[in-house]
């Protein structure tokens, strides 16, 4: 099930909100639990039995690692960290990475293993994975007490809105909110519902116009000429960004209708001058998490230039691998870290001098290439692909350009300015006149608009794809 389905938005979403409600507010996380569940169940069956295995590895090494504190053996409370860790990992390794292990073992032509078919790599695996091993951490360094009520913590991983595909929620974030007594406010719910409508037009407009003219390039690479390649790789910019950001719209808008309130995950990330603000707005939560998790463990920038360059490569060589069992994904990630090494050795400076256009330009050029990579199925096809983008003046085009309607020329320009913080700058203007609230009873109408314009896609259309789902 997905939110922008027909199930999810008038069966299931209206049916939890409206019980969520009504109990009384004890029962709450329980119900909230129970129903996220059935969602994950929908469309992983079996496997939501896997979900069930993290929420009690993680509720017994949380419980395990702050006994072994509070008796004062530091010791054993480290080893059980490493351990109930480990088993995060494992879990991860098996069903995401086993299979390209063993892919690459046998083309070295040491040994020779079977594949095995079977496995299946389970939905938001490594979401809630990672929200399972910041959460042991945070308890091990005593950042916060281990749950000891099995439900809320099976509530803080298993929770609907941001189960799928984020953002990585820590449970320091949202400790409190869980045990709150959450009643209903109509003003976070309204927001809550606008967040929501922006986010599935983001998803359903947006993301798959632009995603359905990327597809069609990407799987006609040979075919088309040099303009069209660029036309594709623009296109899938865009559907990446407005495909995930708008899921995470959509994540944010629901925490906020029953009552949570989830940090933000993307801050105009096209916008950006470097490839560090590139990450300092894309993909928040991850960002963060292999900040806080890997790259200050292993030093940061405290040991010497040299111990930095290396930390960065090991969190950008995870970073690709993170999101997915390829070599495209790995050279994606160390591509972007090679580009984050070179900022810190002078581009930076050269960067910041320059008018702002120059990084603009420069951001652009670094993201796109890299997401040739990130979509082409092997390194091959990606050098291939980009080949043909930098031979100028190569023909073919016509079959892509039968494609560009008016209203993908007009969805275009709207990806364009929902990719700048345009709406924040016509906010700050109208404020400035002290007609703030009068804009934003304005605006009403033209979500509900949105809305409707969404459902209608979502009625016409077959092709409603999520990027993120395999991650």
């Not at 480990?86 to 069903?95: D, E, P, R």
């Not at 560090?276 to 405290?302: A, M, V």
Request: charged share 15%; glycine share 8%; with cysteine.
């Amino acid at each position: 099930m997905v939110f922008s389905s027909i199930t999810f938005l008038f069966i299931f979403l209206p049916l939890v909100l409206i019980i969520y409600y009504l109990i009384n507010t004890r029962l709450r996380n329980i119900f909230l639990t129970i129903s996220s569940l059935f969602f994950y169940a929908w469309g992983e069956q079996k496997l939501v039995m896997l979900m069930i295995f993290s929420i009690s590895i993680n509720y017994l090494g949380g419980i395990l690692i702050n006994l072994m504190a509070r008796e004062g053996r530091p010791v054993a409370s480290r080893a059980f960290l490493f351990f109930f860790v480990a088993m995060n990992v494992l879990m991860l390794g098996y069903f995401k990475y086993t299979n390209f292990i063993i892919t690459n073992i046998n083309e070295m032509g040491i040994l020779s293993f079977s594949s095995l078919n079977e496995i299946i790599l389970p939905i938001g695996i490594s979401f809630f994975t990672f929200q399972g091993m910041s959460y042991l951490i945070d308890v091990y360094y005593e950042k916060v007490d281990s749950q000891k009520s099995l439900v809320s913590l099976a509530l803080y991983i298993s929770m609907f809105p941001q189960l799928i595909a984020g953002p990585i929620v820590r449970y320091i974030d949202v400790s409190k909110q869980i045990e709150a007594d959450r009643k209903f406010d109509i003003l976070q719910f309204q927001s809550g519902v606008i967040r929501f409508i922006i986010g599935l037009f983001k998803k359903v407009i947006i993301a798959n116009q632009m995603g359905f003219m990327a597809d069609f390039v990407f799987n006609n690479s040979e075919e088309v000429g040099s303009v069209s390649l660029w036309i594709g790789v623009v296109c899938y910019a865009f559907q990446i960004y407005f495909d995930f950001s708008g899921y995470s719209d959509m994540a944010i808008g629901l925490g906020k209708m029953f009552g949570f309130d989830f940090l933000e995950n993307f801050n105009y990330p096209y916008i950006s001058r470097s490839i560090q603000e590139f990450w300092r707005r894309w993909h928040i939560s991850l960002s963060s998490w292999f900040r806080d998790y890997l790259y200050i463990p292993l030093g940061g920038n405290r040991k010497g230039i040299g111990r930095t360059y290396v930390n960065l490569i090991i969190v950008f060589f995870v970073t690709g691998l993170w999101h997915g069992a390829s070599w495209n994904f790995i050279f994606w990630g160390l591509f972007h870290g090679f580009f984050l090494i070179l900022e810190r050795i002078g581009l930076s400076k050269f960067l910041n001098k320059a008018p702002n256009f120059v990084g603009f330009i420069y951001v652009a050029l670094v993201v796109s290439v890299g997401w040739v990579f990130f979509r082409a199925e092997n390194l091959s096809d990606a050098w291939q692909y980009l080949k043909g983008m930098f031979a100028f003046g190569k023909g073919g085009n016509e079959i892509v350009y039968q494609y560009i309607s008016i209203y993908f020329v007009f969805v275009f320009i709207i990806a364009v300015i929902f990719s700048t913080n345009i709406k924040v700058y016509l906010k700050a203007k109208w404020a400035s006149l002290n007609k703030a609230q009068n804009f934003k009873y304005m605006l009403y109408p033209i979500y509900l608009l949105l809305f409707f314009l969404s459902l209608l896609e979502l009625a016409e259309s077959n092709y409603n794809p999520f990027i993120y789902f395999r991650f």
